[in-house]
C-alpha cells in the first residue's frame, strides 16, 4: 500500500507539472498574442517616394547645368535648358 501511495504521489507531482507548463504555455501565447505589435504608417507611398527621388536628382542635374554653364562656363544659366546648346555641340562632334 505505501508504494501505491508513492506511486501516486510521483504521478500526482508530474500531473502537477504538466499542468504547471501547460499553464506557462498559455500564458506566453496570452501575452504575446495580447501585446500591441508597432506597425509602421508610411506617411507617404513607396511609389511617391520613389517618383520624389527621381525628381529631386532631375532637379539637381538641372541646376548643376545651370550652374555650370552660366557660372563656370560664362553664359547664360536658361541657355543651358535650351535645345539648340546641345544641337551646336552635336554639330560641332560631328564637325558640321
Known amino acids: 500500500m505505501t508504494e501505491e501511495s508513492k ?7 508530474r500531473l502537477e507539472k504538466e499542468q504547471e507548463k501547460e499553464q506557462e504555455k498559455v500564458h506566453e501565447q496570452a501575452t504575446s498574442t495580447g501585446t500591441t505589435k508597432w506597425v509602421q504608417i508610411r506617411m507617404f507611398p513607396i511609389w511617391l517616394r520613389i517618383l520624389l527621388v527621381i ?13 555650370g554653364y552660366g557660372v563656370l562656363g560664362d553664359g547664360e544659366p536658361m ?12 554639330d560641332i562632334k560631328d564637325g558640321k
Open 7 to 13: 506511486i501516486s504521489a510521483r504521478q500526482q507531482r
Open 55 to 67: 525628381l529631386f536628382i532631375a532637379g539637381a542635374a538641372m541646376a548643376g547645368l545651370m550652374i
Open 79 to 90: 541657355d543651358a535648358l535650351k535645345w539648340d546648346t546641345y544641337q551646336h555641340m552635336i
